[in-house]
């Protein structure tokens, strides 16, 4: 019987294991024919629905040119009623108004469309005042092609850029040009060409152009051996595909303007030769573009970059940071504190008022972060290796660093208050923290003794005093290896060699024999034959 089950269970598992890969199988199949190009047309419409009656601001009638299925709604006031009509433009760019007649609005301005209507009504009707309001924005076909998801045709407006429709086509690919995207309007007749890195970096509108019905948006790739680059002391570094009219401000603004850091003396100019053969090394002075750059206006001694040019601005010598240390615990005013060069801890203590009565400054500690930068890479080369492949040296250097209080110094603070002159009063560094402890009047002893806990600190008692106080020794108890843990440092002592001293706060530890004895093999025994039991059980069913 027991055999039986084994079988049934087997026989289950292996069956709902198959299960869940023909599950995985069939889902991993779908949506690999869930292709990137349904994704992008979702997203396109997700994004068209977003936009949805959004406007940049409002339209400029002098420069918004009516087209095909534009809603105009005019309003004839006069005489005992006022007459409305929402008049649609036709395909032809023509509407019709009733009682009028025809009005030719094909490639004409909302501004000029409101004088072609005003001049029509007023020769036939007689009315006091005649006004238009464009009503609904039309919509057409933008096709885009090149270096994209998926070339696709898009609906959009008249008020949607270049980017926009790009967005509603499923975006960029990651080597597309953002600098040389061309638009081809009126079959070929007239090609615009799209600068988004401007637009984006710049906000230069005239390089994101609205578009009209039948323009086709060309994106080719980013041309990587055509680049001007900029490095050193600025926002962003980068490289960046060089089109003709690029100047000296153009490149510093791709990189997003200047740090305080930069020293605008001296920044360095790289360019070629007509043979590409050398480069030409100069220095030019742009201390006077530090609060100009983003100005409209022309900069003093810009000059326009070719290709390959770079552009290197350095940090000004001895920069330094705002530099500042913390203090916690037992002082009066803890906190941050700037610091400057050559500030001992002593000083840091005095501003922030000294130690409490509570404080301990036995146990005050100081951690110097900047030593976590040292090089790790032969605690981690080590850590890799099994016990078995490490040698002998590497096993000791592992072991006594695994535990190791990283980057706590060891300084005695009793000194410090006595003498400002003693050499542990060392010289603060940037991120130092110092942390003053609760002064703590007793000794912690856990593990295997009889009644473990905390207990009150007695000057001179030994580590088997304070077992003894916790009851003894207790049950299989590992006497000989009895461990001294320090509050300060969590250094680790084995108690019978006596080479430490217990302080208030520090730690006693029991820990377990590890042999394994008689008593422990029963009871291991006795589990093994209880488990056993179960199973006869189980096959009596």
């Known amino acids: 019987m027991f055999k039986k089950i084994i079988v049934y269970f087997s026989f289950f598992f292996l069956m709902m294991f198959n299960l869940k890969s023909q599950l995985n199988n069939e889902f991993i199949t779908g949506a690999s024919k869930f292709s990137i190009d349904t994704l992008a047309i979702q997203n396109s419409q997700n994004i068209i629905r977003e936009n949805k009656g959004l406007l940049e601001k409002e339209i400029d009638p002098e420069k918004y040119i009516l087209g095909p299925d534009d809603v105009i709604a005019l309003s004839i006031i006069g005489g005992p009623k006022t007459k409305q009509y929402d008049l649609t433009i036709s395909p032809e760019g023509r509407v019709i108004i009733p009682d009028v007649g025809v009005v030719d609005l094909k490639r004409k301005t909302l501004k000029e469309a409101e004088e072609l209507i005003t001049k029509k009504v007023s020769t036939i009707l007689k009315y006091s005042d005649i006004s238009i309001l464009l009503k609904e924005l039309k919509k057409f076909k933008i096709s885009i092609g090149g270096l994209i998801s998926k070339p696709i045709t898009v609906p959009a407006t008249s ?113 070629y030769n007509d043979e590409r053969t050398n480069i030409i090394k100069k220095y030019v002075n742009l201390s006077s573009w530090k609060e100009s750059i983003n100005d409209k206006k022309p900069l003093v001694g810009d000059f326009p970059l070719k290709d390959g040019d770079r552009i290197y601005i350095r940090k000004i010598a001895k920069w330094q940071k705002p530099k500042y240390i913390s203090i916690a615990g037992e002082v009066k005013y803890p906190g941050r504190y700037a610091i400057s060069d050559n500030m001992r801890i002593s000083d840091v203590l005095e501003l922030a ?16 972060w900047e030593f976590f930068q040292w090089d790790e890479a032969e605690m981690e080369r080590i850590g890799k290796l099994t016990v078995n492949e490490r040698t002998e040296t590497e096993n000791l250097y592992y072991q006594s660093r695994v535990n190791e209080q990283k980057a706590l110094m060891s300084l005695d603070f009793s000194k410090i208050i006595k003498d400002s002159n003693s050499q542990d009063n060392v010289v603060l560094m940037n991120k130092d923290s110092i942390y003053v402890p609760k002064y703590r009047d007793f000794i912690e002893v856990q593990g295997r003794v009889n009644n473990p806990g905390i207990m009150k600190f007695k000057k ?82």
């Open 159 to 271: 008020v949607d850029r270049v980017s926009e429709v790009i967005d509603k086509a499923g975006g960029l690919k990651f080597n597309s040009s953002l600098r040389k995207i061309k638009i081809i309007r009126n079959d070929g007749a007239e090609i615009i060409n799209v600068d988004l890195l401007r637009f984006y970096n710049f906000g230069d509108k005239d390089k994101n152009p609205y578009l009209q019905g039948g323009d086709h948006i060309v994106i080719p790739a980013s041309n990587e051996n055509s680049v001007i680059e900029i490095s050193g002391e600025v926002s962003f570094e980068g490289k960046f595909e060089f089109v003709e009219g690029d100047s000296l401000s153009t490149l510093i603004k791709f990189g997003l303007g200047f740090l305080n850091t930069s020293f605008l003396d001296s920044v360095e100019y790289i360019s």
């Open 460 to 541: 001179n008692a030994d580590y088997l005093d304070y077992i003894n106080q916790a009851g003894g020794f207790g049950y299989n108890a590992d006497e000989s290896s009895v461990l001294i843990v320090k509050l300060k440092s969590q250094t680790k002592f084995l108690a019978k060699n006596k080479n430490y001293k217990i302080e208030p706060g520090d730690k006693i530890l029991i820990p377990p024999k590890t042999d394994f004895s008689y008593l422990n093999l029963l009871t291991v025994t006795a589990q093994i034959v209880s488990v056993l039991g179960v199973i006869i059980a189980l096959t009596r069913l």
């Open 353 to 368: 008022g000294g130690f409490t009565k509570d404080g301990d400054v036995e146990q005050t500690n100081i951690t110097r």
